[in-house]
């Protein structure tokens, strides 16, 4: 049976803890613990770098150079004078930008300049959509270069040993290559819809990225082309070759979003991809062609590469805005964290380096690591309900200052207490009690300070745990029979042990005792259902009833906080059960006889009510159900005469009746017709 306290019926449960950032001390106190490089990542990073060892350090030092009337950058290549073009998805637009200004440089007439590479005598090739064209840019002015069978230019490379200009195009797959004149030949027709990518080795070789199937080809003369690699997903977006001819590419598995643009797509003068969600991974190629994954990212795509002058790799994310990298030993960092959605290009090599946003279009000139502006901010700490804070420790090396503000919704806004007085030394935090707490760790100090855990300890007010439903199975009682069907198997075997169990709601995550009582209905006097000294923290229990006389009992549980709080704040909450029924022994037949076909007795129980009489010929499976008198089975006593000739039509025949009571007990009787 079970049995709901009303205060929960049709309530909302209790405010319920947040995962917290580290493990919870389960007396009393609980602590805040950022240890991991996941622990430092959830929030916002200014001029430094997480990495996957659990660090924080100084990263890329960004200036920020807004666009107007561009939504997004898709390309970016940096000029020998160190300024940067930018191709862009607002009428096909090539910005120049110096690091201080951004200035139009050229219009192609198209939707998107999908990418920009040096090319032919020190001129700019821009790859176009949606009309298949390659624009040549130079002296300032831009020209069509060439008109390609296709509708979408993904992307260009450029091979100086054999003066060749390479397209990858969509929707038909195929790679285009140009001559200085702007004649195009089908270099490879591949069996995919897009090849979105293209690079080319030092020797020569192409490699070019397919999108519908993530495959990477490798292709080493007209038409002479094998699957370098099949990534299983939808898009290989970019490749980056070194000097070495050592590959890296980025793949991903695109959820929905996927933005192919068109003229009929176009609505206003700045038009924004939609929203994209999927997951990316970038690969290393050895100069054998031997794979290796360096990054899995199973929250964010990838939408750029880029390798920097330290040899690395560099890779963009498209719904976070942020910059990774990984080294050798596989540990990654987190060096940039921008505003903007995504990040639509990057370029890290030369004397000049940039990091371009994208949603809204910002560039992001990278002025050196770390500096007095490199700001790491938390995630949102949730203590679950009010708390008090205590002290904030760091560990790591250099000098830093750390701060905290709090609040009491989920996103900081302006109800939250200004950020504290920062603290160069483990200290108190002063911030006032809340739910909600962020911590900040400044480098201004010292650039090449590493910040390695925080810990911050919280006390949160003694909630009181409540007991809000009690079940006992294997019993009867007012509520239910165990039967299933007059006539059909009974669900359930009789027997002496209840199993008890119930529900609480734990607010707060105290570690709880429970306490089990039980008593006869009627009375007043409560007896433990425990052994002596026996401690329940499980909310379940047998119960074993042999020993006790029949009849009706109620349970009570009270739940109780006191071995995760001192006597003082210790709490507890009790509830009591509905009537169960304690019945351990089957009813009797103090009188069955039988008349022609007609059966006639009384069935008596010592707790009742009876709950099924049923009669079978002797040997057979077909069994009929009786009625009591009354027509109601209700009473411990009940009364039967019924004709059993549909049963036993003619002859001498034994039956056999059975008779059970509501806690599933049985009795077994037989009778002679003749």
Excluded: C
Aim: net charge negative.
């Amino acid at each position: 049976m079970k049995y709901v306290h009303p205060r929960f019926i049709g309530a909302v449960s209790l405010v319920l803890f947040a995962a917290l950032a580290g493990s919870a001390v389960a007396v009393g106190t609980r602590t805040f613990e950022l240890r991991k490089g996941d622990d430092f990542k959830g929030g916002d990073l200014k001029g430094v770098a997480v990495d996957s060892s659990g660090s924080v350090h100084a990263g890329f030092n960004l200036g920020q150079v807004p666009t107007t009337d561009v939504a997004s950058i898709w390309s970016a290549l940096v000029q020998k004078d160190g300024s940067v073009l930018l191709g862009t998805g607002n009428e096909g637009k090539i910005l120049v930008s110096d690091g201080a200004t951004v200035k139009l440089a050229a219009s192609t007439g198209a939707l998107v300049v999908t990418s920009l590479v040096e090319g032919f005598g020190g001129a700019v090739f821009a790859g176009t959509l949606p009309d298949g064209e390659v624009w040549k840019y130079a002296a300032g002015k831009a020209e069509k270069f060439a008109k390609l069978d296709a509708q979408h230019v993904w992307q260009v490379a450029f091979d100086p040993k054999t003066k060749s200009l390479f397209a990858a195009t969509g929707p038909d797959g195929k790679l285009f290559r140009i001559d200085a004149q702007g004649t195009a030949q089908v270099y490879f027709d591949s069996p995919e819809q897009h090849l979105m990518s293209v690079a080319v080795a030092p020797d020569g070789t192409v490699y070019a990225g397919a999108s519908e199937k993530a495959k990477l080809y490798r292709i080493t003369g007209p038409g002479r082309a094998t699957v370098l690699y099949d990534f299983g997903r939808t898009e290989v977006r970019a490749i980056s070759v070194t000097s070495k001819g050592v590959v890296y590419a980025i793949a991903n598995e695109i959820k929905n979003g996927t933005y192919t643009p068109s003229r009929k797509t176009v609505a206003g003068p700045a038009q924004k991809p939609p929203k994209t969600t999927g997951k990316g991974t970038l690969y290393r190629f050895a100069a054998d062609g031997s794979p290796e994954q360096l990054l899995d990212d199973k929250d964010d795509y990838y939408t750029s590469l880029a390798l920097g002058d330290d040899g690395r790799p560099y890779v963009g994310t498209g719904a976070e805005g942020r910059v990774v990298t990984v080294d050798d030993n596989l540990d990654e960092a987190i060096v940039a964290d921008v505003e903007e959605r995504q990040i639509g290009a990057l370029a890290l090599k030369g004397k000049q380096r940039y990091v371009l946003g994208s949603d809204p279009a910002v560039v992001h000139p990278v002025r050196g690591t770390g500096g007095p502006d490199a700001v790491w901010t938390s995630k949102v700490l949730d203590a679950g309900i009010l708390a008090r804070f205590g002290h904030l420790e760091w560990t790591g090396t250099g000098q830093l200052e750390l701060s905290t503000r709090s609040g009491n919704t989920q996103e900081p806004d302006d109800t939250w207490s200004p950020w504290s007085t920062g603290l160069v030394a483990p200290g108190l935090v002063t911030s006032p009690s809340a739910r909600f707490l962020q911590v900040r760790a400044r480098w201004s100090r010292d650039p090449a300070a590493v910040l390695s855990s925080v810990t911050i300890p919280f006390v949160t007010s003694n909630l009181r745990a409540v007991v809000t439903g009690i079940d006992a199975e294997g019993v009867s009682s007012s509520l239910t029979t165990g039967i299933e069907s007059s006539g059909g198997p009974i669900a359930k075997k009789s027997g002496t042990t209840i199993s008890l169990k119930w529900k609480v709601e734990n607010p707060d995550k105290d570690d709880l005792r429970y306490l089990v009582e039980y008593r006869m209905a009627g009375t007043s006097a409560w007896y433990s259902v425990l052994a002596p000294r026996e401690t329940l923290t499980k909310t379940s229990y047998s119960w074993d009833t042999a020993d006790l006389p029949e009849g009706k009992y109620q349970i009570r549980v009270t739940a109780t906080d006191e071995i995760s709080n001192p006597p003082g704040q210790v709490r507890s909450h009790e509830l009591v059960s509905g009537a169960i029924v304690v019945d351990n022994t089957p009813p009797t037949v103090p009188d069955l006889d039988a008349a022609g076909r007609r059966v006639r007795g009384t069935v008596v129980d010592g707790v009742g009510p009876i709950a099924r009489i049923e009669v079978s010929v002797v040997g057979s499976d077909q069994w009929i159900p009786l009625s009591p008198k009354d027509g109601i089975f209700d009473e411990a006593r009940e009364e039967f005469d019924a004709d059993v000739s549909a049963l036993a039509p003619n002859g001498h025949v034994m039956l056999v009746l059975r008779a059970y009571d509501r806690a599933q007990n049985v009795v077994v009787r037989n009778v002679s017709l003749k």
